[in-house]
């Protein structure tokens, strides 16, 4: 990215988290910081981040420069692939009707999910629990399955390794 670029990145930051504000006299310097930290990456990369960060986080907080990077990572890496918010609102939808219906929306859900879930008994307990915490089930399951996208990723990489 240019300076001219992250600088029009920076100022829409400010229009779509009015909460990320810039200390007066140090635009320039955090400017030259962004710059710095995100000059790998083309302008649309950070705006497709920035959109990806806005559609999945529900914090209301700006994003940090890392959480940028990661997800511009995760959108080059895998862009067919769910990121774990977007798996945990599946599940969650999945768990809405798992009460009694608990096989036939384990089985709606994609293969990773599944994994990371373990069984249509998982959804039926987490649906009716009675303690249910959103917060904490979804910060397990989110880490738990991003554990599993990397063992897939891994397990299809020494796959087409051991082809050649």
Known sequence: MTREETKKFIMGMQVSF???????????????????????????????????????????????????????????????????????AMVYKALCNSTYNAESEFEKLPLLVQKTVGSPNN?????????????????????IYEAECKRAEFNANVSNNAIR
């Open 18 to 88: 009015p909460n990320f504000k810039i200390q007066d006299g140090l635009l320039s310097f955090t400017i030259d910081v962004w710059q710095d930290d995100l000059a790998d990456f083309s302008y649309e990369e950070v705006c497709s981040a920035l959109k990806g960060f806005k559609n999945t986080s529900n914090s209301g907080f700006a994003p940090s420069v890392s959480q940028l990077i990661d997800m511009v990572h995760q959108l080059k890496k895998a862009p067919n692939q769910l990121n774990g918010n977007e798996a945990w």
């Open 123 to 143: 959804l039926r307990a987490m649906a009716g629990d009675p303690d249910f915490n959103f917060g904490v089930e979804q910060s397990n399951f989110i880490r």
